[in-house]
């Protein structure tokens, strides 16, 4: 069955600090892999989706992942935090091309 | 703004009622899922519905049910409400019934449903 692991629940980081939030996907095959993001009291976003055309995603506001099968990972990066990020983010794996499998979320602090 | 849109955005009720949700998907968008966030549970897929047709169908307990309508739009209805329904529950949309896993499914903002 396809899933995903995020491997932090919670992430801090200052200002200006590179992000990183880690995930590990399990999958019978080549997945199709996404990152949501949710600020408090707002509905979900998608930041990037990965569908085997590339294996670095690149998405909105600056955030990107890398798809790594060997690693069976789909980390999202950002080279420099911005208050604005701090939200809860959502590793995602389609199953069966229609269900989307959700990770249980890394809840991200951006501190000045 | 995804352009999916769900009403109520609260619904206060007590248990043992009945409530509806709605949702209207995006402009052409023919599919429509239903999803659960819970504390305990986290994201849940709950059921599917593609140009007015049951699709597919994940953890949705038989006191829920689900219908989308020749405009498009959805409407999940809970009945015999507990205190464990309370969520947050959204709706989202796609163009295709997810072709390959490729599609991209877009949130609306969520109904948050509080059992008394």
């Known amino acids: 069955a396809q899933s995903v692991t995020q491997l932090d629940s919670h992430v801090s980081v200052s200002e200006g600090t590179p992000v990183l939030l880690r995930c590990n996907y399990s999958s019978s095959y080549s997945p199709s892999l996404f990152w949501y993001v949710q600020h408090p009291n707002k509905g979900l976003q998608l930041l990037l989706k990965?569908?085997?055309?590339?294996?670095l995603v690149k998405g909105i506001n600056g955030f990107e992942a890398e798809f790594k099968k060997s690693e069976t990972s789909f980390h999202l990066t950002k080279p420099s935090a911005h208050m604005s990020d701090a939200a809860e983010y959502f590793c995602?794996?389609?199953?069966?091309?229609?269900?989307?499998?959700f990770g249980k979320g890394t809840s991200l602090l951006v501190t000045p | 703004d995804s352009g999916v849109t769900q009403t109520p955005k609260h619904l206060i009720t007590a248990t043992g009622q009945r409530v509806t949700l709605r949702c209207s998907p995006r402009s052409g968008d023919l599919s429509v899922y239903w999803y659960q966030q819970s504390l305990d549970q986290g994201l849940q897929f709950l059921i599917q519905?593609?140009?007015?047709?049951?699709?597919a169908k994940g953890n949705i307990l038989e006191r829920f049910s689900a219908q989308q309508f020749p405009d498009l739009h959805s409407e999940l209805n809970l009945s015999s409400l507990e205190l464990g329904d309370s969520a947050l529950y959204f709706c989202?949309?796609?163009?295709?019934?997810?072709?390959?896993?490729?599609?991209?499914?877009?949130f609306g903002p969520g109904t948050r449903l509080t059992v008394l």
């Open positions: 990965y569908t085997s055309a590339a294996t």
């Open positions: 995602v794996v389609s199953v069966s091309g229609y269900a989307l499998n």
């Open positions: 519905y593609y140009n007015g047709e049951e699709r």
């Open positions: 989202a949309s796609s163009t295709v019934p997810g072709t390959g896993g490729t599609d991209t499914q877009y």
